[in-house]
């Protein structure tokens, strides 16, 4: 069994594993900023400031969930905390606070510029996505393993059930924990005895 | 509510049966063509919505009392939880099916079977108390 280290370098494809001290580096200044982000959050008054914050917390968070060998969970930390989140917060306190001082940020044309720079970089990272994938050990052998062995170890035809609720089974439970929760936050918010389901 | 769209409203109700009996054989064959517990369970949350679209909240809330819709979502979760735990009284990991049965694909079939089943239940029922949540305030007003 491989033991699951931070710096385990038979999970890294060849590219990744002349970075081992780099990796330490990448950890420590990852964790400073996870705490020097939190201690913020801990004790800030002022909105904006703990909503940015926020965002910076996931972004860490995430380089931290890559290395410790958790690809899927990056991207979701990825795509829900730091991106949909912060923008769900931001648009909310729009409505409530447009005359507030506090929440007037006058620097938009640099904020438009760096915003700009991003996309550009994501677009150049995207376009090499390809080329990375099809190198990759990770990418080429799971799927296989998955499709040749779903008939003779499970008896199902179909690999996508099979996957998701006997090979994964373990990521659906959280899934169906996930939407159960969901659920029960909505209930919570609009709980009143003033609003009846039927009206009388 | 559709009362305004006679044409809509009579479709609709000759369609709603067919809606149901389609959400169940999404559900039972999720093993061999695409399917499963949260595709069964998003449709038929749509024909208890539709039901309560055209013949009105009194109705379908005597049918579903609104009180059971959280419990048997909880449920659909347990029941998913309980099919990992019977493997720890054979001395296996959790969620291992080979643990319910003696033959090891009939084993694999009935733990899919259940935890799909589980899915179903939690995915419908969330589905619709999210919709009455919001209905309450809406007709409120």
């Known amino acids: 069994m491989n033991k699951r280290s931070l710096f385990n370098l038979e ?12 990796n330490i580096l990448i950890t420590i200044f990852s964790i400073l900023i996870i705490y020097l982000s939190i201690r913020v959050i801990a004790r800030t008054k002022n909105i904006p400031e703990f909503i940015i914050n926020n965002s910076l917390l996931s972004i860490f968070l995430v380089i ?39 929440f007037q940020y006058n620097k938009k044309f640099l904020a438009l510029v760096f915003c700009l720079l991003l996309t550009i970089i994501m677009i150049y990272i995207g376009c090499e996505l ?38 994964r089974g373990f ?21 009143n005895n003033k609003y009846p389901y039927v009206k009388k | 509510m559709l009362k ?45 919505i539709l039901f309560d679209q055209l013949y009105g909240v009194k109705k379908t809330l005597t049918q579903i009392k609104h009180n059971y819709m959280l419990i048997i979502a909880s449920i659909g979760c ?39 089943l589980g899915v179903l239940f939690t995915v419908t029922f969330t589905l619709t108390l999210i919709y009455f949540e919001f209905k309450r305030f809406y007709d409120f007003k």
Do not use: R
């Open chain 1, 11 to 22: 999970n890294f494809s060849d590219i990744q594993s002349i970075f081992y001290y780099e």
């Open chain 1, 64 to 102: 931290l969930y890559l290395l410790l060998d958790a690809p899927d969970v990056a991207m979701t930390e990825a795509a829900i905390g730091a991106c949909l989140s912060t923008v769900i917060l931001l648009e909310s306190i729009k409505i409530f606070n447009k005359n507030n001082k506090q």
């Open chain 1, 130 to 167: 390809n080329d990375f994938a099809l190198t990759s050990k990770v990418h080429s052998h799971v799927s296989a393993y998955y499709l040749n062995n779903t008939y003779d170890q499970i008896g199902i035809k179909s690999s996508v059930a099979a996957i998701l609720a006997s090979y």
């Open chain 1, 171 to 191: 990521d659906t439970l959280g899934e169906t924990i996930v939407i159960l929760t969901a659920g029960i936050c909505v209930i919570i918010n609009f709980a």
């Open chain 2, 4 to 48: 305004n769209n006679l044409i809509i409203h009579i479709v609709s109700h000759f369609i709603l049966p067919f809606m149901v009996v389609f959400g169940l054989y999404i559900q039972i064959n999720g093993e061999d063509s695409p399917g499963g517990g949260f595709q069964a369970g998003a449709l038929l949350a749509s024909c208890i």
């Open chain 2, 78 to 116: 347990l029941i998913y939880i309980l099919t990992g735990m019977v493997s720890f009284f054979y001395n296996q990991n959790y969620l291992n099916y080979y643990s319910l049965s003696f033959l090891s694909n009939q084993a694999q079939k009935l733990g899919i079977f259940l935890v799909e």
